[in-house]
């Protein structure tokens, strides 16, 4: 079964640098299989994709955060990160890491971590 | 960028009454790349349909999904206490891999 736990500082000033990890525990972040993504969620609304990382097959971002956003993946520890620069209080959201892999029927993001609550405040 | 957007915005039901929530495409999704999740206060999303149709391994065969190219439908046959909740769709045919703006669903 394969879970996901995001983890990072919950403060972020404005003007810095948002840097969240997430560590993948039932699956290699190595996969073929997988793509893993950031979602996030400001409070009281929807859900924002911002991008995914596969192992061999790169990255792909929202356009709208692209300048600011990179996705990576660290084999050696199992997990892939998220940096968000130059935040402002916008930025501010509950963040979830995700796996998306597909199948005969289709695609389809079916394992989340919990999500960690990110405040861009100074 | 492709934009979904879900109707209505919030539907008061009954348990044991249907729910119907619509979920429209600005442009044409492939039938393999629509998916919905529901979200409950506090949670991750947990993904219930994928492919447009199929159930995830696990939820209950209340709950099903039709449609295809602009328009896609999930269905509650008949709603338990447990399915209040909001729900999104999402698609995956096209980058960025948008959300709907959600359906929340509440007891009447």
């Known amino acids: 079964q394969v879970q996901l736990q995001e983890s990072g500082p919950g403060l972020v000033k404005p003007s810095q640098t948002l840097s969240l990890t997430c560590s993948v525990s039932?699956?290699?972040?190595?996969?073929?299989?997988?793509?893993w993504s950031w979602i996030r969620q400001p409070a009281g609304k929807g859900l924002e994709w911002i991008g995914r990382?596969?192992?061999?097959?790169?990255?792909n971002y929202n356009p709208s955060l692209k300048s600011r956003v990179t996705i990576s993946v660290d084999t050696s520890k199992n997990q892939f990160s998220l940096k968000l620069t130059s935040v402002s209080a916008a930025d501010t959201a509950i963040y979830y890491c995700?796996?998306?892999?597909?199948?005969?029927?289709?695609?389809?993001?079916?394992?989340w971590g919990q999500g960690t609550t990110v405040t861009v405040s100074s | 960028e492709i934009v979904l957007t879900q109707s209505p915005g919030t539907l008061s039901l009954s348990p044991g009454e249907r729910a119907t929530l619509s979920c429209r495409a600005s442009q044409s999704v492939g039938s393999t790349y629509l998916a919905w999740y529901q979200q409950k206060p506090g949670q991750a999303p947990r993904l219930l349909i994928y492919g447009t149709s199929r159930r995830a391994t696990g939820i209950p065969n209340r709950f099903s999904g039709s449609g295809s190219g602009t328009d896609f439908t999930l269905t509650i046959s008949r709603l338990e206490p447990v399915d209040f909740a909001v729900y999104y769709c999402q698609q995956f045919n096209t980058s960025p891999y948008t959300f709907g703006q959600g359906t929340k669903l509440e007891i009447k």
């Open positions: 039932g699956a290699s972040i190595s996969s073929d299989t997988y793509y």
């Open positions: 990382v596969h192992n061999s097959r790169g990255t």
């Open positions: 995700a796996g998306v892999d597909f199948d005969f029927w289709g695609w389809k993001m079916d394992v």
